[in-house]
């Protein structure tokens, strides 16, 4: 855990102060909705089809059991008794009362929690691996440097106007769980020759109406000049970027446009010409940054404890722990991801109850520590392996016990027409009846590693493009229908998916879906080959073949 100084605490305080003004004279009709339109998104408030929405940020996806304490509060007190966690390591609340918002902004601020920039045409949220800093093989812990990032950016003057919303995502693990091919600027920690950490930056990534996926601009940056190459990255897209048209605004327009080695040029000689601009990251600074951060005094635990042994009869234990228990660093430990995604619920949702039961279960068993994936579940980092069983049986009392992590039914999928301004289809219908379509656990093993994504219009919150499985609901002549594509990805092998055929009407969703799923598990070549890799193998003809045969 990271633990905030009072430079960031005052910075908090004084934005909801801000905050409280600004809101009043929305209130009063000082200000116009137009006025308070770029005042409230910089906060994290979006006005979406019923109600205001507003979007806290979990910083690289790790929260203390304390803050998540007061974001069920926040969703009691002031929601309707849940909050929505996103794909980019936020919590999202639906349904929170503009003159409310301030008090709510407050209760978060007292435990180190802000909305800001988690919206607007400025820096985002920094994300990162949610099993950061106690995934086996991992080069370091990447928070660090989400949190060098998170410092810098953060009200950056000239970058807090860019031409359209930025996003930035880190790894360092040889196995991509950040999704960083995706975004606007990706960073994968390595070492070079000369074992010297820096990062691989990749650059014009991103999904919504043109999606790409992010290339190569430099394969080593060290850590000492993260922070300047960054900053080169930004002002080469602030000078360049497409200001007159929103839909051409995104770094990943310009990299498209001008070619990847000519941004990288125009990049290199902005970070040259820069010079010494103070940027420079000396290993005190570093070091500075990394000393706030806490890890857990960790026993000397057996690999095998003879708990683990005893619990191994139980089939429904055994199935759990196969599927949602995953190694850790140190022996005598392991990671749990606790799925978000029961059969029929909305993925991603959380109740209060549920999040405060979830505070005391980390302050039990995993140091008070509680991580966020972009796959919209959560995870406890730090569980000794003997008490995994008794962990199970309150995961389960808590509904947060499904066996269903990476399988068919572990569904993302944005919130959709029920709740976005923006949204032309419903996400979370389909995804709810996808998951009882799905719900036999041994089919889902059957089945094995697939990935559904659902997003209800381009912007492509679900992160359609990259699933295993794509749906993207459009609007023809007043009615919901779905584009579905095949064969993308969000790891280290990105790609993006292609359509199988003609948009189907929202009755035909989960029958298109479960005929995918059987075309795939009568042509794949074993029973280990993936649903991913079979497209690759065999291409999209042969599925859509069997699929649209009688549509």
Not at 42 to 57: I, P, S, T, W
Not at 83 to 105: M, S, V
Not at 230 to 239: C, D, G, K, P, S
Not at 496 to 523: Q, R
Request: overall charge negative; proline content about 5%.
């Amino acid at each position: 855990m990271y633990a905030y100084d009072e430079l960031d605490r005052t910075l908090i305080n004084e934005r909801v102060s801000e905050f409280r003004d600004q809101v009043k004279r929305r209130l009063s009709g000082e200000l116009t909705e137009d006025e308070f339109k770029i005042l409230r998104l910089q906060n994290g408030v979006y006005l979406q089809l019923h109600a205001y929405m507003f979007r806290v940020a979990i910083p690289y996806g790790t929260l203390s059991s304390k803050q998540l304490r007061r974001l069920a509060h926040v969703a009691r007190r002031y929601d309707r008794g849940y909050g929505h966690f996103t794909t980019r390591q936020n919590i999202q609340f639906n349904w929170i009362k503009l003159a409310e918002l301030p008090d709510a902004l407050s209760d978060l601020a007292e435990v180190g929690i802000h909305a800001m920039q988690t919206s607007g045409n400025n820096m985002r949220n920094v994300t990162s691996d949610q099993w950061a800093g106690v995934a086996p093989g991992e080069i370091e812990d990447p928070r660090i440097w989400s949190e060098i990032l998170r410092q810098h950016t953060t009200l950056h003057p000239e970058f807090s106007f860019l031409p359209r919303k930025f996003k930035i995502a880190i790894t360092a693990s040889e196995h991509d769980r950040a999704a960083i091919k995706i975004h606007d600027i990706g960073l994968r920690l390595h070492k070079n020759a000369d074992g010297e950490t820096g990062f691989e930056v990749l650059v014009g990534g991103g999904l919504g109406r043109t999606p790409f996926i992010a290339k190569t601009i430099k394969p080593f940056v060290h850590g000492r000049d993260i922070l300047s190459y960054v900053e080169a990255i930004l002002r080469v897209y602030n000078q360049y970027g497409r200001r007159d048209n929103i839909y051409k605004a995104r770094i990943k327009i310009l990299v498209h446009e001008l070619g990847i080695e000519k941004f990288a040029r125009e990049v290199e000689e902005e970070w040259k010409a820069m010079g010494d601009v103070g940027l420079t990251l000396d290993h005190a600074a570093i070091e500075e940054v990394r000393s706030r951060f806490s890890y857990p005094p960790y026993e000397k635990l057996p690999h095998m404890p003879d708990e683990l042994k005893q619990a191994a009869h139980d089939p429904l234990f055994e199935r759990w722990r196969k599927n949602s228990v995953a190694p850790h660093k140190v022996q005598g430990y392991s990671i749990v991801t606790l799925s978000l995604k029961p059969v029929g619920g909305p993925p991603g949702d959380a109740t209060a109850e549920q999040m405060d039961a979830v505070a005391d279960l980390a302050d039990k068993y995993s140091f008070g520590e509680i991580r966020v994936g972009h796959e919209q579940n959560l995870a406890l980092p730090h569980v000794a392996k003997r008490d995994l069983p008794q962990l199970f049986k309150a995961l389960d009392r808590l509904g947060l016990a499904t066996p269903n992590v990476n399988l068919v039914t572990d569904i993302i999928a944005c919130p959709g027409l029920d709740y976005c301004s923006l949204a032309n289809a419903r996400s979370i219908p389909i995804a709810q009846e996808l998951t009882r379509r799905f719900a036999n656990h041994d089919t889902a093993d059957l089945i094995g590693r697939l990935h559904i994504n659902i997003s209800g219009c381009i912007n492509a919150c679900g992160h359609h493009h990259v699933g295993h499985i794509g749906i993207l609901g459009v609007e023809k002549n007043g009615e919901e229908f779905y584009q579905i594509t095949i064969g993308g990805r969000a790891d280290e092998n990105a790609q993006l998916g292609t359509l199988i055929g003609p948009a189907v009407p929202y009755a035909e969703v989960a029958d298109v879906i479960e005929d995918i799923v059987e075309a795939y598990l009568a042509l794949r070549d074993r029973p280990e080959e993936l649903f991913v890799d079979t497209v690759k193998r065999l291409g999209v003809e042969p599925i859509r073949e069997r699929v649209y045969a009688t549509r």
